[in-house]
C-alpha cells in the first residue's frame, strides 16, 4: 500500500469518528464516549498529516508547525478548562471564530500559491467562497463575543438604512467575486477579505441578544460550510465530510431555535427584534393587582403538593441559584414530592444551553423535560414554579396576536394547580413584554433575588 | 467540469443526507454539547491549514499559514476539551446514597 493511499485511509477512519461521535449525542449516556472518540480520530488525521507529502516533498515547516500548534494548545486548554458555564456562549462563539478565521485563512494562501498555476475558474471560486463565508463567521462571532461578553451593548445597534447598506455591502461582496473570477486579480482578493469583515460585523450588529442561540448556531454552520469550500480547493474529502456535517447541523439547529421562538428565520436575522422596549399590553396593565407572597406561603403550598414542576430560566444563573434550587429539588422529593424541570429550548444563550447549567448544579438528566414532555406534566402538576423565566411562560405568546412573541411556542405554567413566580421586580423580560401569567389568579409572586428567596425556601421545606 | 469535482461534490450531498438526519435524533437537552461538538469537528481545519504551512514557499505564506495553525489548534482543542467537560456533568439520577457530601452551591 502506498503511503498516500494509507493516509487516506486514516482520514477515512476519522470522518468516520467524527459521524460516530454526532450519532453518541442522541443520548446523553453514550455522548461523552462519543466526543472522545472523535477526539481520538481527529488525533489520528493530525498525525497522518506529518507524514503527507505535497508538491511532491514532505511538509516542509514541521517545526513551525509544532510551534504554532504548541502556542494554540497553551492558549485553548486553560480557557476551555477553567471558564464559567454561563459564559459558554461567549466560549463557542470565540471558538468557532478562529475555525471560521483558519478557514478563510487557508483558502487565501492556497490562492497565493497556486494563483501563478493559471487554476480553473471553479477552483477560484471554491477558494472565494472560503475567504467570504469564513471571514464573514470570523468577525460574525467577534461581533457575537462582544455582544455576549457584553464589551458591548446586548441590544440591537441599529442606525437609518441599515438594511440597504447591509444589502449594498452583500451585493459588492458578489461583485467582486465575479470580478476575481474573470480577472484572476490577487489584489482583489484582499478588497473581498476586507469586505467580508465589513459584512460579518454590520451583519450581527442588529442581532439583539434575545435572539442570539440562533445568531450562534448559524455561525457555526458558517464555519462548517467555509471548512468545506477549503476542503473543495485542497482537495480533501476529510475536511469536506466534516465541514458539511457541521454546515447541516448549525442550519437544523438554526431551524429548530427560530421554531422554538415562534419566528421565521429572515425574522430573526433582520428585523432587530427588542430594539425598542415598549410595554405592549400596557392599557390593562394599571388597576390589575398581583398576589405576593413570602416563602413561607409558598411553603404551605408546597407541603400539600405531590407533583411540583420547576421552570428555570436564564435569570436563575444570572442569580448563580442552580445549586439552592437543586437543594431545594431535593428536599422536596426527601419528602416524597415528585420535582421535574421544565426546559424552554431558548431558555439560556444559546440552544440547550439552560440543561448544562442544570447539569452542572447535578441535576440528573432524567429529570430534566423536553417542552412537549413539560407541557403533559404541567396538566397533573400541583405547582409550578418559575424562576428566572419570562417570556417562555407568557400567555400573551398563545393568545394575543398583537404581541411580538405571539406564535412562540410557550411552557404553559397556568395548567398547574398553583403558579409560584420569583422574580426581581415586575420588570418585563428579555424580549420587553408584560406577562399575563404574573395577573393570574392561580398566581403568587416572590419579590426578590432568586438564590435568596430560594434559599429561604429550603430554609422553609426542612423546617416544615 | 472535472470528474474529481463530481467526485467532491457527491461526498458532500451524501454527507449533508447523513448529517441530517444524525442531528435530528439529537434530543435538545444535548444541544449545547452538539454545537460545541461539532465546532470542534469543523477544528478539521487543522489538517488543512498544515498543509498549507508545509508547503508555504513564500513569507507571506508563511506567515498567514503559522496563524492559521494557531487559530485552528484553538479551536479544534478547545473544542474538544470544553465538550468533554460539559460531557462530564451529565448524569443519571444516582442510586440514593443518603447525606452524600455536599459540595454546597457555588
Given at each position: 500500500m502506498s503511503r498516500e493511499t494509507l493516509i487516506d485511509l486514516l482520514y477515512l477512519f476519522s470522518a468516520t469518528t467524527f459521524i460516530v461521535a454526532l450519532k453518541g449525542l442522541g443520548s446523553p449516556k453514550r455522548a461523552r464516549h462519543g466526543n472522545l472518540v472523535a477526539a481520538f480520530g481527529m488525533l489520528v488525521a493530525i498525525v497522518a498529516t506529518f507524514f503527507k507529502y505535497v508538491d511532491g516533498h514532505p511538509l516542509h515547516h514541521v517545526l513551525l508547525i509544532l510551534l504554532a500548534m504548541f502556542i494554540g494548545v497553551i492558549i485553548a486548554v486553560p480557557t476551555a478548562r477553567f471558564v464559567q458555564m454561563t459564559a459558554m456562549p461567549q466560549l463557542v462563539a470565540i471558538f468557532n471564530g478562529v475555525g471560521g478565521g483558519a478557514a478563510s485563512l487557508v483558502s487565501i494562501t492556497e490562492f497565493v500559491h497556486i494563483k501563478s498555476t493559471n487554476p480553473a475558474t471553479y477552483v477560484i471560486l471554491e477558494v472565494l467562497l472560503g475567504v467570504l463565508i469564513g471571514t464573514v463567521s470570523f468577525s460574525g462571532s467577534a461581533i457575537a463575543f462582544a455582544k455576549l461578553q457584553e464589551l458591548m451593548t446586548g441590544r440591537p445597534v441599529t442606525y437609518p438604512g441599515q438594511q440597504i447598506m447591509n444589502a449594498l455591502i452583500g451585493a459588492a461582496a458578489l461583485g467582486l467575486i465575479v470580478t476575481i473570477l474573470v480577472t484572476g486579480s490577487s489584489t482583489l482578493l484582499w478588497i473581498l477579505l476586507a469586505l467580508a469583515f465589513v459584512l460579518g460585523v454590520a451583519f450581527v450588529l442588529p442581532i439583539g441578544g434575545a435572539d442570539v442561540p440562533v445568531l450562534i448556531s448559524l455561525l457555526n454552520s458558517f464555519t462548517g460550510l467555509a471548512v468545506a469550500a477549503s476542503g473543495f480547493t485542497l482537495g480533501s474529502n476529510l475536511l469536506i465530510v466534516a465541514g458539511t456535517l457541521v454546515g447541516a447541523s448549525g442550519i437544523l439547529l438554526t431551524r429548530l431555535m427560530s421554531k422554538a421562538m415562534g419566528r421565521s428565520l429572515s425574522n430573526v436575522l433582520f428585523s432587530a427584534f427588542g430594539s425598542n422596549v415598549t410595554a405592549t399590553g400596557g392599557t390593562a396593565e394599571d388597576g390589575r393587582s398581583v398576589r405576593s407572597g413570602t416563602p413561607e406561603d409558598v411553603g404551605v403550598l408546597l407541603s400539600f403538593a405531590s407533583k411540583v414542576v420547576i421552570i428555570p430560566g436564564y435569570g436563575l444563573a444570572v442569580a448563580q441559584g442552580q445549586h439552592v434550587l437543586r437543594e431545594l429539588a431535593e428536599q422536596l422529593e426527601a419528602k416524597g414530592i415528585d420535582v421535574k424541570y421544565a426546559i424552554h429550548p431558548v431558555a439560556g444563550r444559546m440552544p440547550g444551553h439552560m440543561n448544562v447549567l442544570l447539569a452542572e448544579a447535578n441535576v440528573p438528566y432524567e429529570d430534566l423535560l423536553e417542552m412537549d414532555e413539560a407541557n403533559s406534566e404541567l396538566t397533573t402538576a400541583d405547582v409550578a414554579i418559575v424562576v428566572g423565566a419570562n417570556d417562555t411562560v407568557n400567555p400573551a405568546a398563545t393568545?394575543?396576536?398583537?404581541?411580538?412573541?405571539?406564535?412562540m411556542p410557550i411552557i404553559h405554567a397556568d395548567l398547574a394547580e398553583n403558579v409560584v413566580f420569583l422574580k426581581r421586580s415586575m420588570r418585563p423580560g428579555f424580549a420587553g413584554i408584560d406577562n399575563e401569567l404574573l395577573y393570574n389568579p392561580k398566581t403568587i409572586l416572590v419579590f426578590g433575588d432568586a438564590k435568596d428567596t430560594l434559599t429561604k425556601l429550603v430554609a422553609v421545606v426542612k423546617a416544615s | 467540469m472535472s470528474n474529481v469535482l463530481l467526485q467532491y461534490a457527491t461526498v458532500l450531498i451524501l454527507t449533508a443526507f447523513v448529517g441530517t438526519e444524525i442531528i435530528a435524533k439529537v434530543p435538545s437537552i444535548l444541544h449545547t454539547p452538539l454545537m460545541s461538538g461539532s465546532n470542534a469537528i469543523h477544528g478539521v481545519i487543522l489538517v488543512g491549514s498544515m498543509l498549507i504551512l508545509g508547503s508555504a514557499t513564500t513569507n507571506l505564506e508563511e506567515v498567514l499559514g503559522f496563524l492559521a495553525v494557531i487559530l485552528a489548534t484553538l479551536n479544534v482543542v478547545g473544542g474538544f476539551v470544553v465538550t468533554d467537560r460539559m460531557l462530564e456533568?451529565?448524569?443519571?439520577?444516582?442510586?440514593?446514597?443518603?447525606?452524600?457530601?455536599d459540595e454546597g452551591p457555588q
Open positions: 393568545n394575543d396576536p398583537s404581541s411580538p412573541i405571539y406564535g | 456533568m451529565f448524569k443519571p439520577r444516582q442510586p440514593k446514597a443518603p447525606s452524600k457530601p
